[in-house]
């Protein structure tokens, strides 16, 4: 098998595939993934159609990965006669396009026919993505629509079946239907139904065996009243056993003093837990049941419903009951408790047997069942629609997805890739390489390092709000700062405002890095200047405070003492004033005198001197502006990116823009507002004197001035003529002694 010849480009520092053809997009799956720029990104965040997204993100996890992005290329191929067809961008197929040689493929031009058909347009030679979405929505609007879901809406026409439904939908929860609507599933119905069997299963019973009372209600009441005391009688038998066991055990297993002296200190009703712990008689060996006088006073309603609805409908009028008789009740209840206990919990609660004869006799289940299968019978349909739409989004968006994917070459051609959000409007620049970000705060642990100045902003638009990083990658960074404010225009042109949030600081140039030490030490100096004159002022005022309140509490001859002048500075203060400035100027002078001896090389020096300060900064710029990289920035956005996307100068001066006014502009350059230059003029001309002088002193300028005019030419002439100066004459030699 030939292998497909592929074209690269670099870019970014990284060889990056060109994609352009049908048969790049038909051979993807063998291209090295080692190659690819990404390996999965996800389906919302992004400028991109999300729909589109949604249909290749097979496992719906909301990314998209390479493998997925494979098998769509590949689906979509096998679709169609021609791959080429895949590069057009358009939203229209054409039907001669299609494979039909595939059942598949049939099938999708069978549905695309039957859709245009539909909408009026039949015998067509194509189909649009909007015909088919609005086949699907009309589908999805209509009572049978693919999905087996019955939504009540649409049996309106048939009131009982729609109140049947809500009712089920009430009680067993509803499915979500293709339309986005609640609707009836088949799991639901039959859940309904199942529970209505069983309920009339269990009345059925009933009525064959109701423990020799004459209805059902009533075996229910018995099995009730003696479900309700069974456990408390069973107690009292077997304590009144227990006494005729052993004639001493009579008074441990009754109440004591003790405790109904306890119960004698309290507020005391029938429905106190102490008193129905008790006894429900009084114990005695052999003892009978009372059922009505005698008995605890927490269990008397108990017992009197026990009397009524089961000792004398079942062993007649009795005032009391034997431990044989107790037994005889509960051996004639037995089958009616088993069966009550038997009751088919559901959320139908307890629906007589009528009700659910009339359910089940209705026909309607059979008719709900039936609606569900037409609706699933048109499943095949919807499904038919739905990836024929597949195939015509990926006809118009593949080709774009695979070159902000597989490459970045819609990025690197600034045609705006998926990842950009829109342009930021700061600072005097345009930054359009902007992401959108879920989360700032964990954005930025990742983002750091790609060691690009970043500036996270909240951007709002009347309610809605979304949060962006902008990477400022051209220009100077003096005045960003939390807190300030610009523009932000989306993909759609929409404007937000934005407002810095947070800095992730680096360099954006070697030139501004080369200025950065000269701006660090200027702003050092104005702040410590601003401190000592903020310290200095408070303590004036202090000092102001405490005279004035001095002079306002005092007497008379104090407050003139106070008011008096202070006393002159010291003399030694100034001294040491005085030596702490001869220090410093001799410093300075010693250093400028050595500079001034290096002649010639001055310059040289100069550049030395600046290298210096300037040097540590510009080689750190450059150290981070080699290693600066457009990956972590979209990896902490959820992509993951294989290569290293590295964003160098050039790039960076074409992601942030300055402004710049327009080359044909009239420029009026007199500024009414500008500020005075005259002490900037002094200073120049003193500048251009003393380096006048230098030059004179040091016969830079010999060859351009007249020989008398030299640094020493008077001298030089007087030496010749004989008289020798008088600095040179030799001193005269000391007398004899």
Known sequence: MQQHQWQFFRAGGVDQVQIRTGADIANIGQLDQKLWVALACPTRGIEFDSATLDLIDQDADGRIRAPELVQACEWAVSMVNDPDVLTSGLDVLQLASINESTEQGQALADEARRILALSGQEGAACVSLADVQGRLASLNAMPFNGDGILNPAT?????????????????????????????????????????????????????????????????????????????????????????????????????????????????????????AALPLATVVADGVLPLGSGVNPAWAAAMAALQQHAVRPLLGELDSLSA???????????????????????????????????????????????????????????????????????????????????????????????????????????????????????HATLAGMAKVYLAYCECKRGGDKRHIVAAFTAGDVDFLFVGRNGVFYDREGKDWD???????????????????????????????????????????????????????????????????????????????????????????????????????????????LILAISGPSMLIAWLKLRERSLGPILDASGWAINGRMKINMQLGNSLSQTAKVPANAKHMLHDPFAASHTARWVVGVLALVVLAALAWRWGWVNRVLPERMHYGYAASVAVEGGAAPAALAPAPAPAAP
């Open 324 to 442: 044989a008789q107790w037994e005889q009740l509960k051996a004639q209840l037995q089958p009616c408790q088993a069966w009550l206990a038997s009751f088919p919990a559901s959320p139908l609660g307890e629906m007589g047997l009528q009700e659910a004869q009339a359910l089940l006799a209705s026909g309607m289940q059979q008719q709900l069942q039936d609606m569900i299968q037409h609706d699933e019978d048109e499943k095949q349909h919807s499904e038919h629609a739905v990836a024929l739409e597949k195939l015509i989004r990926l006809q118009r968006d593949l080709l774009a997805l695979l070159n902000n994917f597989v490459s970045f070459s819609q990025f690197y051609s600034r045609q705006g890739a998926a990842f950009q959000a829109g342009t930021l409007y700061l600072d005097g620049r345009s930054c359009e390489l902007t992401v959108d970000v879920a989360n700032p705060a964990a």
């Open 498 to 608: 934005a407002t810095i949030t947070k800095l992730i600081e680096n360099p954006t140039s070697i030139g501004q890095a080369f200025f950065s030490p000269y701006k660090k030490f200027v702003r050092m100096i104005e702040e410590q200047v601003a401190k000592r004159a903020a310290a200095k002022d408070a303590s004036v005022t202090e000092g102001l405070n405490a005279k004035a309140a001095a002079l306002v509490t005092a007497p008379a001859g104090t407050a003139a003492a106070a008011a008096a002048p202070a006393k002159k500075t010291d003399v030694g203060t100034v001294a040491a004033i005085g030596v702490a400035l001869g220090s410093i100027s001799t410093v300075l002078v010693g250093i400028f005198s050595k500079f001034v001896e290096l002649g010639p090389w001055i310059p040289v020096g100069l550049m030395g």
């Open 155 to 275: 049996l309106s026409d048939q009131p009982a079946l729609s109140a049947l439904v809500l009712r089920i939908m009430e009680a067993y929860g509803s499915a979500q239907g293709c339309d986005g609507q609640p609707g009836l599933g088949r799991a639901q119905l039959d859940n309904f139904f199942t529970d209505v069997q069983s309920l009339a299963d269990w009345h059925t019973l009933a009525s064959n065996n109701t423990c020799s009372l004459p209805t059902e209600a009533q075996a229910v009441a018995a099995v009730q009243a003696l479900n309700a005391v069974q456990v408390k009688v069973e107690d009292f038998f077997a304590r009144t056993r227990l006494a005729a066991f052993d004639a001493k055990a009579l008074a441990p297993i009754s109440p004591s003093v003790e405790g109904y002296a306890a119960l004698g200190t309290q507020v005391l009703s029938k429905e106190d837990a102490a008193i």
